[in-house]
C-alpha cells in the first residue's frame, strides 16, 4: 500500500493505493486537504491503467506512408536529437522551441526549463499554466509582491463571515474543497458566488449573481464605490499595511450602481446588497477562479477584487484575504521552477543578472550563456513555422490541439513545423499530430512532488511498476540533453532533481531549499517558502508584511474595458466555456477512463433563447464565431444567463470559436468571452 496523491487537480488530494499491476483506489483520511473525501474522477483514477490505449513504444512518422510506426528508443531519440543539431546550426538555438504543463511534477518542470536553457540553449519555452492562472499570478505579484496562490490553508476558509467566489465553480472543479463552503455555512457564515450561470456551487451559496461575461472588473469598482460612500472602509488597515489608496478611491468614484447594472446586467439592488454584505462583515475571503481570470482583462480584474479585498483590510487578516484557486495539479509549483519563458527556479526573473548568476551557478555554466526571456504560450504558438519563428517543438504534458484558443488556427501553425515531437502517455490529439511520440511514465509509476493550491509540496510516491517500454519524462530529457552534447548534469532520480531545485531556488521567493521527500512524508506537505531544515514552511503569508521591499500591499487602479469581441446582429450571443465534473482538461485522460461518463460536447442555453432560434433539448445546434463552429446537441436550462451560451472544453470543438485575444500583462487568452451566433 503506498500514500499518494491524485493524478488530477490542484487540490492533490491524498489517497492510498494497493496493487502493484492493478491498483485500487482507498482513502487516505488523516490528509489533511481532502481528509479522506475524492471527487469521482479521484476514485476512478486506477482506470488510467491497463487502458488498451497505453503507448508502449516510441513512434515515428514514416515520410513515405504518413503513418506513426514503432522504432526502438534509441532510433527514435537519435533521430530528435540529429534533427535538433541540425536545425540549430542551420537557423540558432531559438529555431527549437518548448511546450510545458502545470501537470509536470516539480522535478519535470524544473529539468524542462533546465533542457531548454542550457542543453538547447533557447528562450522560447512556456507552458499551459499561461492559459490558467497567469492573469492572478500577474495581479498577485503586483498587488503583494508574490504570487503564492492561496496565501494560507484552504481550511482557513472556513473561518470567514463571507467567502466570495469569483468565477469558479469548485463543487465540480474541486468537490471535495465544497465542504468548506457547508461548514462555513453551518457556522453561520455567507457565501456569494458570481458566474453567468447558476452552477452547482451557486446552488450552496447565499447569494448568487450573475453578470454578463467578461464584467467582473466592474462589478468589483461598483462594490468598492459603495464600501467607500458607506464608510465600510478599513481606513486604519489601508494607512498602516498598503499604499496607492487615493487614487484607486478616485478611480471608482463614477462607479454608481446603476452604471454597474448597465455594464454587468446585475441589478443595481444586487449590488448594494453585496457590498453592504462585504463591508458589514469582520472576515472576508475573496477567491478569484478562471471565470473571472481567462480574459483579456483578466489582470485588472483580480487586481479589482484585490482591491476591495484591500479596502476592506483582509489580505494579512488570519481567516480572510485574498486567493485565487489554482488548477492544474502542479499548477502551483508549475509556476515556479523555470518552464515559464520569463523565469528561473525559484520564481526568480530570467532577466536579474543576480538571479542569471545563481542559477547557472547552481547549473554549472556560465550565466552570459543563459539565453533571455521568450514569447508567451499563445505567442509561441502563433509563431511557429513562420519566417522568425521556432520550427521544431518538443512538447511535455500538454494537448494543444484540443485546448489552445483559435485551435485550428494553432494545429495549422503545428502541421507547419520542420519537426514536432509529443511526450505523452497515451496518442492525444496533439500526439497524433506529431513526427515523433515518446512514451512516458505516467502519475503513481513514478516519484515526484507536487505543490497544490495553496502552496502545500506534496509527494507523488510510485505505487505501480510501469508497462514495459516507457521511460519516465526525466530519462527522457536526460537522454536529450546528452545527445546534444549539454553541459549540465541532468539526473534522472527524481529525488536528486528535487535536491538540485531546493539549490536553484533558495534564496528566491519560492524557496524550497529546507524540503526534503522526509519531511514531506512526515508532515503532510511543507508550505513553501521553506529556506532550510530548520524552518517550519509557511502556511500563512502577509500576517506582518507583504513581499514588496517596503512591506506593503499595493492598490492600483484599474479601469473597465470590457472584452475584445462584443455581441452585434451577426453574433447577438456571449459564448463561454469551462468543465464539468467527470472529465478533466483536453479529456487526454479522463476521457479513456471507463468509469467515467463520456457524453461528448453539448452546449448549455436558456429556454428564452432556444425558443427564439426554434433549438430543442437533446437536439443539435450549431455556434459560430468569427474563428469557426461547432456542432453539438443543446443543453436547455434555466441556470444560465439568456444571452449567454456554455460549451465545455474537453472535446475538440469548444476551442475552435474562442478568441485568441491575449491579456496585456499576463498574456493570458480570452477563454471565457467572445461573440457567437447559434443556430438550431
Ligand atoms: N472536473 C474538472 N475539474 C477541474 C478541471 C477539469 O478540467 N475538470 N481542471 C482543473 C483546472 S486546470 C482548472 S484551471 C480549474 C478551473 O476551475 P474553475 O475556474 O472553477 O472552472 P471553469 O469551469 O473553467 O470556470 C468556472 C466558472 O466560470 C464561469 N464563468 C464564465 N465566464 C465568466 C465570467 O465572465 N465571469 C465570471 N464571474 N464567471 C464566469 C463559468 O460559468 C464556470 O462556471 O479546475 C480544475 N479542476
Ligand atoms: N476553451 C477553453 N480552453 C481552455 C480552458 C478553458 O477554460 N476554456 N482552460 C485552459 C486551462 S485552465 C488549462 S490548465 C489548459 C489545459 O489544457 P492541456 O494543456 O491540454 O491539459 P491536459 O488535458 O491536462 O493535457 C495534458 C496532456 O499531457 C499528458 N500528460 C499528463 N501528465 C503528463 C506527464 O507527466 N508527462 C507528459 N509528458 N505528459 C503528461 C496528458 O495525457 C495530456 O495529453 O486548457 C486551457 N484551455
Ligand atoms: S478534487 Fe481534484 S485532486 Fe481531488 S479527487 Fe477530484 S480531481 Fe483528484
Ligand atoms: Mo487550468
Not at 548568476?357 to 509561441?380: C, I, M, N, T
Not at 514536432?420 to 496518442?427: P, S
Not at 507523488?460 to 549539454?486: F, H, K, M, N, Y
Request: hydrophobic residues 40%; contains cysteine.
Amino acid at each position: 500500500m503506498t500514500y499518494t496523491h491524485c493524478p488530477y487537480c490542484s487540490l492533490q488530494c491524498g489517497m492510498r493505493l494497493t496493487g502493484r499491476r492493478t491498483p485500487q483506489v482507498a482513502e487516505w483520511p488523516e490528509f489533511p486537504v481532502n481528509r479522506g473525501a475524492l471527487c469521482r474522477k479521484g476514485w476512478s483514477a486506477a482506470g488510467l491503467y491497463g487502458g488498451r490505449e497505453r503507448l508502449t513504444t516510441p513512434l515515428v512518422r514514416d515520410r513515405a506512408t504518413g503513418e506513426l510506426s514503432p522504432v526502438s528508443w534509441d532510433e527514435a531519440l537519435d533521430l530528435v536529437a540529429g534533427r535538433l543539431v541540425a536545425l540549430r546550426a542551420e537557423r540558432g538555438p531559438d529555431s527549437v522551441a518548448v511546450f510545458g504543463g502545470g501537470g509536470l511534477t516539480n522535478e519535470k518542470a524544473y529539468q524542462l526549463g533546465k533542457l531548454a536553457r542550457v542543453a538547447l540553449g533557447t528562450s522560447q519555452i512556456d507552458y499551459n499554466g499561461r492559459w490558467c492562472m497567469s492573469s492572478a499570478a500577474s495581479a498577485g505579484l503586483r498587488a503583494f509582491g508574490l504570487d503564492r496562490g492561496l496565501p494560507f490553508p484552504l481550511a482557513d476558509v472556513e473561518q470567514a463571515d463571507v467567502v466570495v467566489l469569483v468565477g469558479s465553480n469548485l463543487a465540480e472543479t474541486m468537490p471535495p474543497a465544497a465542504r468548506h463552503l457547508d461548514a462555513l455555512r453551518a457556522r453561520g457564515g455567507r457565501v456569494v458566488v458570481v458566474d453567468p450561470r447558476r452552477t452547482p456551487t451557486a446552488e450552496r451559496a447565499d447569494v448568487v449573481v450573475q453578470p454578463v461575461p467578461g464584467s467582473d472588473l466592474a462589478l468589483a469598482l461598483g462594490v468598492l464605490h459603495l464600501l467607500v460612500a458607506g464608510g465600510l472602509v478599513d481606513e486604519e488597515y489601508v494607512a498602516a499595511r498598503t499604499t496607492g489608496w487615493a487614487d484607486v478611491r478616485e478611480s471608482v468614484a463614477g462607479w454608481w450602481p446603476e452604471r454597474v447594472e448597465r455594464v454587468t446586467g446585475v441589478p443595481a439592488d444586487e449590488v448594494r446588497a453585496l457590498a453592504d454584505r462585504l463591508g458589514g462583515a469582520p472576515k472576508v475571503v475573496v477567491l478569484t477562479a478562471r471565470g473571472a481570470e481567462q480574459h483579456s482583462t483578466g489582470s485588472d480584474t483580480v487586481l479589482a477584487w484585490i482591491n476591495v479585498a484591500l479596502a476592506l483590510g483582509m489580505p494579512g487578516t488570519p481567516g480572510a484575504g485574498y486567493g485565487c484557486l489554482t488548477g492544474q495539479g502542479n499548477g502551483q509549483g508549475g509556476r515556479e521552477h523555470g518552464q515559464k519563458a520569463d523565469q528561473l527556479p525559484g520564481y526568480r526573473m530570467i532577466d536579474d543578472p543576480a538571479a542569471r548568476e545563481h542559477v547557472a551557478g547552481v547549473w554549472g555554466v556560465d550565466p552570459d550563456s543563459l539565453p533571455g526571456k521568450g514569447r508567451s504560450a499563445y505567442e509561441l504558438l502563433d509563431a511557429l513555422g513562420q519566417p522568425d519563428g521556432p520550427s521544431a517543438l518538443l512538447v511535455f504534458g500538454s494537448n494543444i490541439v484540443v485546448s489552445a484558443p483559435r485551435a485550428t488556427h494553432v494545429t495549422q501553425r503545428l502541421e507547419s513545423l520542420d519537426l514536432l515531437v509529443v511526450a505523452d502517455m497515451v496518442l492525444s490529439e496533439t500526439a497524433a499530430l506529431a513526427d515523433v511520440v515518446l512514451p512516458v511514465t505516467q502519475w503513481a509509476e513514478e516519484t515526484g512532488t507536487m505543490t497544490n493550491l495553496e502552496g502545500r509540496v506534496v509527494l507523488r510516491q510510485q505505487a505501480i511498476t510501469p508497462p514495459a517500454g516507457v521511460r519516465s519524462d526525466l530519462e527522457v530529457i536526460a537522454a536529450l540533453a546528452s545527445r546534444l552534447g549539454s553541459a549540465g548534469v541532468f539526473s534522472t532520480d527524481p529525488e536528486a532533481v528535487f535536491a538540485e531545485l531546493g539549490r536553484a531556488s533558495a534564496g528566491g521567493k519560492a524557496d524550497y531549499a529546507g524540503i526534503t521527500y522526509d519531511r514531506i512524508r512526515d508532515e503532510h506537505g511543507v508550505f513553501w517558502p521553506c529556506p532550510d531544515a530548520a524552518h517550519p514552511g509557511t502556511p500563512r503569508m502577509f500576517l506582518d508584511s507583504f513581499a514588496h521591499p517596503d512591506g506593503r500591499a499595493r492598490f492600483l487602479a484599474v479601469e473597465h474595458r470590457g472584452p475584445a469581441e462584443v455581441p452585434c446582429d451577426d453574433y447577438p450571443v456571449h459564448l463561454t466555456t469551462g468543465r464539468v465534473l467527470a472529465q478533466y482538461q483536453s479529456g487526454a485522460q479522463t476521457r479513456r477512463v471507463r468509469d467515467l461518463p463520456d457524453t461528448g460536447p453539448f452546449v448549455e442555453l436558456h429556454p428564452m433563447l432556444a425558443g427564439r432560434i426554434g433549438a430543442v433539448d437533446g437536439e443539435p445546434v450549431t455556434v459560430t464565431t468569427r474563428r469557426g463552429t461547432m456542432t453539438a446537441p443543446a443543453r436547455v436550462v434555466a441556470t444560465i444567463r439568456p444571452d449567454t451560451v456554455f460549451v465545455p472544453f474537453h472535446w475538440v470543438g469548444a476551442n475552435r470559436l474562442t478568441n485568441d485575444a491575449l491579456d496585456p500583462a499576463s498574456r493570458m487568452p480570452e477563454f471565457k468571452v467572445c461573440a457567437a451566433a447559434v443556430s438550431a
